[in-house]
């Protein structure tokens, strides 16, 4: 069966590095390689592991799981801080690598991007032929083993890039996608997480060719308008394109406290701290964020989450705090310490037209550039809000930051 | 087997050639180590200063990693690997 408007002229590559911030580690230090080596905070440390690399799978290790019970069940692996300045160096290899290829490269995070080479495969002798290329390349550089896939489509060649890693390179021929894509798990697709396989396998669906011989109308009837872009992924129909810029839904930053809690100080300057970070990161973009939420774990991991919406889309970092400073007065109900924060501003757009006719931010905005342009030049930590510089008391501080009980995510 | 942040200036001896630049020997704590493996290199920038960050593998089989920060010129250990 044919799918119906399914671009096969497309090249499309799925590149991902494998257990990415392991693999760095172990690229760059030769006594790591062929040891469980887990990033993300020494294994006295209470936080969780951010990844794990394969020969720390193999000991059951995953992602997200506690850092003591990862020790409980490897004992003898490397913890590690993690180091986001390297890895996002390391990052920036890779993207001079791609761009060797096609100009058609979208990044969606350090490690992972699609290259569109439907336009440059004259100049090649084949898709498999660049893989290699690069591979070999980003080996060579830095280290770290990459696993790739290619196909048609940006949801053919993801697929194919998980199927075989590490290391692995899978191409998806035109014209076989439907049969490549009926034998695999249902939950091999974008957008279907445990509570959506749970449904499916109420109904008896299992794989992606069941779902993919459901009538639309089913999908749609269980899912929404997302059942029925999962309808079309299991189809091998996907029309989105590899964009150079993309716009992020969200953008989010947390931490956990070393110990729990109750310094305003330390929660208060935390939060701020966190919310420079975004606000840095938007304007860098030229983007605007419409919705703040913020995130709260208290020591007996009880959870409060909330958002808001702001009067205007701003990426004015005072205006993002003043917003999650008053969510957070709203949520701290509890007279219990603190075990971790975060924030995140979502409903992001480009900064590209006026919304009002008398906007009075302007003044602001010039404040925002010219702080922006010393950090530029002096480092992030050059201007700190004064209420961040609480955090000295109990972090160090480096020019490009504060080095945050979970350095993975000091960005 | 763990790893230490140490940040402590060292003094560094290093070789420069067709604008790269590679570090031989430094002495730290009264000592010196000989650098035997340049296991990789990498820059990060801290607004327009970069450091530049060396890991390497000394004589006695230490790993070390070194920075340099060309807004100072100045070299540190930024980290050891400590057996154990």
Known sequence: ?411 | MRFEDIFESIEVISHFKDGTMKPLRFRWNSRVYKIQQLNGHWVSHQGYTHQHHYSVISDSSDYFELLFDSSNFDWQIARVCLDG
């Open chain 1, 1 to 411: 069966m044919q799918p119906q408007s399914m671009d096969l002229t497309k090249t499309i590559m799925h590149i991902d590095a494998d257990a990415f911030f392991a693999s760095v580690e172990q690229g760059f230090n030769p006594l790591l390689r062929h040891k469980p080596v887990i990033v993300g905070g020494t294994a006295e440390q209470r936080g969780v592991v951010h990844t794990a690399s394969y020969q720390a799978r193999a000991r059951g290790i995953r992602t997200g799981m506690a850092l003591m019970r990862a020790k409980t069940l490897c004992p003898e692996a490397v913890f590690l801080k993690g180091d986001y300045e390297h890895y996002r160096a390391v990052s920036q290899t890779f993207q001079q690598v791609y761009l060797q290829y096609t100009p058609q490269v979208e990044f969606t995070s350090l490690d992972d991007a699609y290259l569109d080479l439907s336009g440059a495969m004259h100049l090649y002798p084949s898709a498999q032929w660049v893989a290699k290329a690069i591979v070999d390349e980003v080996y060579h550089r830095t280290g770290v083993d990459l696993s790739i896939g290619i196909g048609s489509s940006k949801v053919i060649a993801r697929i194919a890039s998980g199927l075989n890693k590490p290391r692995g390179m899978v191409e998806v021929p035109p014209d076989t996608e439907q049969s490549f894509l009926n034998p695999l798990p249902a939950d091999i697709l974008p957008g279907i997480g445990r509570m959506a396989k749970e449904r499916l396998t109420d109904l008896h669906i299992f794989t992606v060719g069941d779902l993919a011989r459901l009538p639309r109308l089913v999908m749609e009837q269980l899912f929404g308008r997302n059942g029925v872009k999962i309808w079309e992924y299991a189809r091998g129909i996907d029309h989105r394109q590899v964009k150079r810029k993309i716009i992020p839904r969200q953008i989010s930053r947390e931490t956990s406290f070393e110990e729990d809690t109750a310094d305003m100080g330390i929660i208060r300057g935390t939060l701020q701290y966190l919310t420079e970070r975004i606000g840095k990161k938007l304007r860098e973009q030229d983007m605007v964020g419409q919705v703040v939420g913020i995130k709260i774990r208290y020591s007996d991991f009880k959870r409060h989450e909330g958002t808001r919406r702001l009067p205007n889309p701003s990426n004015d970092s005072g205006e993002l705090f003043r917003m999650a400073d008053t969510l957070f007065e709203q949520l701290r109900l509890r007279r219990v310490r603190i075990r971790h924060v975060g924030v995140s501003v979502m409903h992001i757009e480009p900064k590209n037209y006026q919304r009002s006719l008398f906007d009075s931010r302007g003044r602001q905005g010039a404040l925002n550039s010219a702080v922006d342009d010393i950090r530029r030049r002096f480092g992030f930590m050059a201007l700190l809000p004064a209420e961040s510089l609480e955090l000295k008391r109990k972090y160090r501080m480096e020019p490009h930051g504060y080095i945050l009980h979970n350095p993975a995510l000091t960005r």
